[in-house]
């Protein structure tokens, strides 16, 4: 399985950027379920979960830090992930990465965890400056 973000950059103080993240390597399975998510992180610091998005029922997670601004999705074939980030904020700059949990029922509470996924994507940088 195979993960690969783009659409990261810089981008001033309120300013806007949409992330992607195809997936490749497995057939997506209705039954069996998969859960796509994106985590950020700063040096020294852990990943945390930004927003996740449950295939089979579309259930999504947001962390409170950016509700209302971020919005996750997927294609029809949820094998890509996107996240829409607006009214960014000089705090949502760290490296973005995309995750795959397959076969996937749901996320821990009260956030998803990085362990949640077995699947990660090489990051990609975002920077509000």
């Known amino acids: 399985v195979q993960l690969v973000e783009s659409g990261g950059g810089s981008v001033q103080p309120g300013g806007q950027l949409k992330l992607s993240c195809v997936s490749s390597g497995y057939v997506y399975n209705s039954w069996s379920g998969s859960c796509m998510a994106w985590f950020r992180q700063l040096p020294g610091k852990e990943r945390e979960a930004v927003a996740s998005?449950?295939?089979?029922?579309?259930?999504?997670y947001y962390a409170d830090s950016v509700q209302g601004r971020f919005t996750i999705s997927q294609n029809n074939a949820k094998d890509t992930v996107y996240l829409q980030m607006e009214s960014l904020k000089f705090e949502d700059t760290a490296v973005y990465y995309c995750?795959?949990?397959?076969?996937?029922?749901?996320?821990?509470?009260?956030?998803?965890?990085?362990?949640?996924?077995?699947?990660w994507g090489q990051g990609t940088q975002v920077t509000v400056s």
């Open positions: 995750a795959l949990a397959v076969p996937c029922m749901g996320w821990s509470m009260p956030a998803p965890k990085a362990s949640d996924f077995g699947y």
């Open positions: 998005i449950f295939s089979a029922g579309g259930s999504t």
